[in-house]
């Protein structure tokens, strides 16, 4: 199997979610003066590319170190919706690729909006898949969703209901 790196670069100036710090990466020792080359990393675990596990979400919820390594990989399909011109996606969108999900651990759903991502336009506007559709994916037998996007739900959400239908264990 070929396994495909998606992330970002972490670096001082990647984009996190709106009130979260930034993250700070300091030179603490370099190879002229200490003899060896050392970083201080400091942020938030879900600055940049991340994954979440129940724990973010569900009170009691699955740790990522109670995970398997094989829980985060396998076959994944990519469905391109970089050319919707509505900001929510359901189920009509999604069902065309249903045999294609069926055969996948993995849906990444591609809308191009990882371009914004050092921009203000990354916090806003950007598609979001409707409470059905996320219900509707729940039903695979899925290991989890990719988004390039900023958050799996709207930002200003304060229930965070896409989050709890993929992140509430059965």
Same mark, same amino acid.
């Given at each position: 199997m070929k396994? +495909? #790196?998606? %992330?970002?670069p972490l670096d001082n100036t990647t984009p996190v979610y709106p009130g979260d710090e930034p993250p700070v990466i300091t030179q603490e020792s370099t190879m002229?003066?200490?003899?060896?080359?050392?970083?201080?990393?400091?942020?938030?675990?879900h600055a940049g590319t991340h994954l979440d596990?129940?724990?973010h979400m569900i009170?009691?919820?699955?740790?990522?170190?109670?995970f398997d390594i094989s829980s985060f990989t396998g076959r994944a399909?990519? +469905? #391109?919706? %970089?050319?919707?011109?509505?900001?929510?996606?359901?189920?009509?969108?999604?069902?065309?690729?249903?045999?294609?999900?069926?055969?996948t651990d993995f849906v990444i759903l591609h809308s191009g909006w990882?371009?914004?991502s050092w921009s203000d336009s990354y916090f806003t506007g950007y598609p979001v898949l409707s409470h059905d559709a996320a219900e509707w994916l729940t039903g695979f037998s899925l290991k989890g969703i990719g988004i390039d996007m900023i958050s799996i739900d709207?930002?200003?959400?304060t229930?965070?209901?896409n989050h709890k239908i993929f992140l509430t264990e059965t």
């Open positions: 396994i +495909i #790196d998606l %992330s970002h002229e003066k200490q003899g060896y080359s050392e970083k201080h990393l400091s942020f938030c675990i596990v129940p724990a009170h009691g919820g699955k740790t990522i170190d109670s399909c990519c +469905i #391109d919706i %970089s050319r919707l011109s509505y900001d929510t996606i359901d189920i009509s969108t999604l069902s065309p690729y249903k045999e294609i999900i069926e055969r990882h371009m914004y709207s930002v200003g959400t229930d965070y209901r």
